[in-house]
Structures are given as structure tokens and as C-alpha cells.
């Protein structure tokens, strides 16, 4: 079959038993003599796919019951104005900056409110996670914008800031399902499937009850989580079939023990990744150890060429989407959920060979 | 294999060529090692496909170079918001009302615009096309909204309308691609893709170059067409596995004689079907003859409970999804691109039967 080892950032890899179960279904799913991707969403056997996965999400999250899970067209891009657009009051929030999505957050998010930055990496190329010093919170922010993980310079919050009360959103987008986080901690966690979840198009959103119904009369509908959380995601056509792989991707995590099953995973995937860039002489991390990411594992040599050979000879034997990203250089390897735990070791045993012939 | 024929409004048939070909491609895309899902947005083995499904499409639709092809999360509802925000200039739109999906444009533009209804069907529950008084128009109109084909009702315009200049904005969302039409005539043309172009998940916008980068500084950035423009769209990640399907589906049309190709079999199609309706003494058709949709044909025997008998039947022997729009009642054939001949036949062979069982 001659499938690769994909370290994307995203999209990404997928459990190879899903794609499988995707394969098997693609001409007649059950007994319904058609395709996920032909079946009217209004449709029972679709209704049941959807219920279904919600259900799974709910259970291997242990999301509250006064939480709404919506399944949301137009990429996490589009929370970065729906956030500020539904949740705004006293039109000022708290956010901190870890990399290129909270920028992109704080940008989008000045269009409608003012914006309070109270930490930043920016000052070592946020290759650490900055100290929070509650007194810079605002008491009145409308809420507390955070990225759990970052992708692209492959830093994670180790715990949830206490902000006094005030509500907090977290971009889980790379990091979601991958370890335990206490639902009931955060106003609203949101995420694009392309990572740990499924296929590019689906955006989930997991709201608090009481955050929903104040967006004003300017905010299109299509944009007021209202719409969404009054007809179950259903107000119009949702993107059916990543939906339904992303049910199936939330099945895989419960037969490994769900997310805590996981987590332990992805703990030993990253340690034997981590333990081979803290003891080789040729590659390190670029993190602040405590600060270092699970899922995605920034590296360097600290040689252009270098690298560039590296990466080459890599794709060369199905080690595949190791570039860094590119304003960072080096390499990244993005260790999600479904990437297996011989990836993670072909890769490092392919990094030793690579640094004793040198 | 036991698929059925499947008669449903959207999500809706695909054909079966498609579909196979996904199914080949799910674990092992090409050369690549991995599926479509897998794939980074900004590899270029992914790149490559969405140049190859927007070639074809310009191809097919023989889309002048003026225009921008985007490729957009969200579904075509999402248009009804981004449209008034990004080419409103004098504030004020004319739209004729042709049923559900003209009445849900109209109450999102004026969110944003004047909205002056230039004539509506609405006095004969949508059953047919109004005629078009120019006097009516407004000559500074910011653009004039219509939509090709409705989906409800099943009816279609059969030209499109003299705006003296006028930009034309069309929602062609269940009918386009299966008649030709000059996109020159148009300022703007959008597409959910989930029925004649693939799965949900993403619409297609067809913009005139002149009409992109007016939206002021309120507009999210997601909701400005320039974003999307400017970056191919690829401005964040665009729902992946959904245009690498449209792809398949606009190769299956060429494959078939490109959009007049195509054209020839849905009117063949729809004659079989609208010729038994005029002769059948117990179904008839809902809609003005001149003004009949090709793609959705509503149809009703008068009685309910001869209809839901029908529909029972009918499903029984595989014949799916005919049951009517709720605001309508009674039955409801779309007969999309990928629906065969051999689905129109059973299904008029099965109403013929019944009619004669009677």
C-alpha cells in the first residue's frame, strides 16, 4: 500500500482503520444504498450520524450538559470574528499572545473591541509560554482569549490561568483530544477538525448555555451561534461528511481508552522524541522545556543546509511534511492523535542514523 | 451493491464513477502515501488538485478571465450576508422573490441595504416564474439578486432578465451546471456545492474581478471576498476532501460533453418525467409549464394519503427521497446531473404501475 509517515501540521494524518471504514461505506453506507456524501441532511440515517457523533464527543470530553456542541462551516479563521461578534458586552477582552493565531485573533478582534494583550512571547519568538500576572486581567473583560497549543512554534499552556471569573475561549484547534482538559473550565472551546479530528471544513465549538443569544442585529445570521445552537447544528446544510469522519475519528479515541487513553500516547510519543533532541549533539528542540508541546515538536540543527539534506533524505524513505514552518526554518514534526507510535520511533531512529553519519 | 436511486434535494446522488474513484483513492492518494484528507492545504500534490478542479471548472462554464473562482466554507447561506457586505455601495438592491431561498436573501440584505422587490411569485405560493417589469428597476441598484432555479417549488427562470446594466448576483445552488449559461451575464454567481458539484461543505463564488475589495473595515476578514482572492483560497485552510470531489464531478462532465452535454440528458430527463405528469390522470405537476425546473420536479395527486402511500411504496422498491418540501406536501423528484436516465424510467414506471393498480 506504501502509505507514509505524514508529520503535517494540518490537514494531517488519520487513523488508517478510519480511512478504512471510510473506504468500506463509500458506495452504501449501512443499509441506506448510498454514500454519506448523497444523503439529505434532513434524512433520518444522517440525523443519526450527526446525534451519534455529537454523543461520542460529549462522552470522551465529559463536555457538561449546559454546554451546545456546534458543527460549524468556515474554519477556526471565522471564530476569530464570531467570538468577539457573539460574546461582546463591555466590548473589551483580555487575550495572550503566543504565536501567529492569537495574532491573527487580536487582529480580527480589534475590528469589534478593544483589545487587552496581558502577556506576550513575541520577544523570544514565542518559543515560550509567558507567566500570567493576574493583575494586568481586566475584571470587566467580556472574556479571556488563549491557544492551548500552539502549531506552528510548538508551545502548550500546562495549566488553564485562573482569570478571576472572567470567561475563558480557548483555541484548541491542535490540541484538542489530545490530553484531558475540564470542559467546565472555559466559556467556549473551539477547533478546526484538521488536526485531531477529522478532514478540513468542519469547525466544533463547544459553548456555555448562557453565552449564547446576545449577538446584535449587525451579525449575520449565519454568524450568531444562536442559529446553530437552536436547530442542532441543522439550520443549513453542515458539511456532512467531515462531520461524519470526525464521528468515526471520536469512536477510534474511545476504543484506545478515550482521551485520557490518549494522552498517555501521546506522553510516550513525545517523550522519545523530546529524549533524542535533549541528548543528540546534531538536533535540538527550540522550546522552553516546560513549555513544550505534544503534538507538535519544532526542531533545528542549526545549519540551513543541513536541515534542507535532512528533510530531503527523510521524504526519501516516507518520512513526510517535516519542514518547519517558514518563519522558523528547521523542522517540525506534528505527533497528533493518529500518528502511530513506530512513526514517531521510525523518525527518530532514521534522526540517529542521520547524525552518525555525519 | 444494492444502491438505491436517490431522489433527494441536496445532499443528493453522485455519480457512481465518482464515488468509485474515491473509494480507490481513500488510502493512497497518486503516488502520495496518503489520502486527500491527509493532505497539507499547502503541499503541492494538494495544490495541484484544487488548480486542476478550478481549471476544470472554468473550462466547463467557460468562466472569462475576468472572473475569480473561490472555493468557500460556510454554504451558500453564508452568501446571503457576505454578498450585501462586500458589493453594497449606494445601499440599495433589487431581488425578485421566487420562494425560500430569495425570501431568506432578502431578510439578511436588509440587515445591510434597502432591498426593493422588484416581483415576487408569492401570491401563488412560488408556482411559478413573474414577469419582469423594468420600470421597476432601480437604475442605481447595487446589484440585482435572483436565483436560476428554485428548489422548492421547481421552478426556473428561462432568460435571464435585461438589468440595463445592472450586476446580476444568481444564486445558482440546484441548478448550475446543468444548463449552459453565459457567466458574462453575471456580476456574481454562487454554489453550494452539495447538488450538481459534490459533498457539502463548500461553495463556489464566481466574482467579477471589479467587484472584489470594496468591503469596508466592519466586514470580517473571512466574510471579504478580497481575502479569499488574493490567496487562491487558501487565505486558511479550505475544506480539502470537498473540492477534490467537485474536481472528480466537473472531469465526470467533460467526460459527458461538458455542461451542454450534460444539458441534452437533464432535458431528456426531465421530458420523461413532465411528459407522464401531462398525461397521467392521477399526478400532476405543481408549476407553469414555461417555467418548469429541470432539476426539481413537485408533483402531487391531490389526496394526502394517496401521496404518502406512494412515497412508502415507492421507497420499498428503492426509489428515495421523493417525499415533497413540507411547505408544498405531496412529491418531489430532484433529478440532478448524476441522477441516470434509468432513475427517471423506474420511477415513471413505478408511478404508472400505481396509477393503473388504482
Redesign the interface.
Known amino acids: 500500500?506504501?502509505?507514509?509517515y505524514?508529520f503535517?501540521?494540518?490537514?494531517?494524518?488519520?487513523p488508517?482503520s478510519v480511512?478504512?471504514k471510510?473506504?468500506s461505506e463509500?458506495?452504501?453506507y449501512g443499509?441506506?444504498?448510498?454514500?454519506v456524501?448523497?444523503?439529505?441532511?434532513r434524512?433520518s440515517v444522517y440525523q443519526e450520524i450527526i446525534n451519534k457523533t455529537e454523543a461520542s464527543l460529549r462522552d470522551i470530553m465529559e463536555i457538561p450538559e449546559n454546554y451546545k456542541v456546534l458543527f460549524?462551516?468556515?474554519?477556526?479563521?471565522?471564530q476569530?470574528?464570531?467570538i468577539p461578534?457573539n460574546l461582546m458586552k463591555n466590548n473589551k477582552i483580555d487575550i495572550v499572545n503566543t504565536g501567529a493565531w492569537t495574532k491573527k485573533a487580536i487582529s480580527?478582534a480589534r475590528?469589534f473591541v478593544e483589545v487587552n494583550i496581558v502577556a506576550s512571547s513575541e520577544d523570544e519568538n514565542f518559543t515560550y509560554i509567558p507567566e500570567l500576572d493576574n493583575s494586568k486581567f481586566s475584571p470587566d473583560a467580556d472574556y479571556f482569549h488563549m491557544a492551548t497549543n500552539n502549531t506552528i512554534y510548538g508551545t502548550r499552556f500546562t495549566k488553564i490561568p485562573d482569570t478571576k471569573g472572567v470567561d475563558i475561549v480557548a483555541d484548541m484547534s491542535s490540541n484538542i483530544l489530545s490530553e484531558v482538559y475540564d470542559v467546565s473550565k472555559f466559556g467556549l472551546i473551539f477547533a478546526?477538525a484538521?488536526k485531531n479530528m477529522?478532514?478540513?471544513?468542519?469547525t466544533i465549538v463547544i459553548i456555555r448555555d448562557d453565552l449564547i443569544g446576545h449577538a446584535g442585529?449587525?451579525v449575520?445570521?449565519?454568524?450568531n451561534y444562536k442559529t446553530h445552537a437552536d436547530k442542532g447544528s441543522m439550520?443549513?446544510?453542515?458539511?456532512?461528511?467531515?462531520i461524519y469522519?470526525c464521528g468515526l475519528v471520536f469512536e477510534w479515541i474511545k476504543s484506545l481508552g478515550g482521551v485520557s487513553g490518549i494522552q498517555k500516547i501521546n506522553e510516550e510519543k513525545a517523550g522519545i522524541l523530546y529524549n533524542y533532541l535533549d541528548e543528540s549533539e546534531l538536533f535540538s528542540g527550540i522550546v522552553k522545556k516546560k513549555d513544550r508541546s505534544l503534538m507538535n515538536v519544532p526542531f533545528v540543527t542549526g545549519d540551513a543546509d543541513i536541515d534542507a539534506q535532512f528533510i530531503k533524505e527523510a521524504g526519501k524513505i516516507?518520512l513526510?511534511?517535516i519542514k518547519g514552518h517558514r518563519s522558523l526554518g528547521g523542522m517540525r514534526a506534528s505527533i497528533y492523535n493518529a500518528m502511530p507510535v513506530d512513526g514517531v520511533k521510525t523518525l527518530v531512529g532514521f534522526m540517529k542514523e542521520f547524525e552518525a553519519a555525519r
Chains 1, 2 share one sequence.
Request: glycine share 14%; charged share 10%; proline share 9%.
Open positions: 500500500m506504501n502509505r507514509v505524514n503535517s501540521a494540518g490537514p494531517s494524518v488519520l488508517v480511512l478504512e471510510v473506504k463509500m458506495m452504501n443499509q441506506s444504498g448510498m454514500s456524501m448523497e444523503m439529505s441532511h434524512s460549524l462551516g468556515g474554519g477556526a479563521s471565522t476569530f470574528a464570531m461578534m480580527e475590528r478546526g484538521q477529522g478532514p478540513a471544513g468542519v442585529d449587525g449575520p445570521t449565519m454568524m439550520f443549513n446544510t453542515p458539511p456532512t461528511f467531515p469522519v516516507g513526510i511534511n
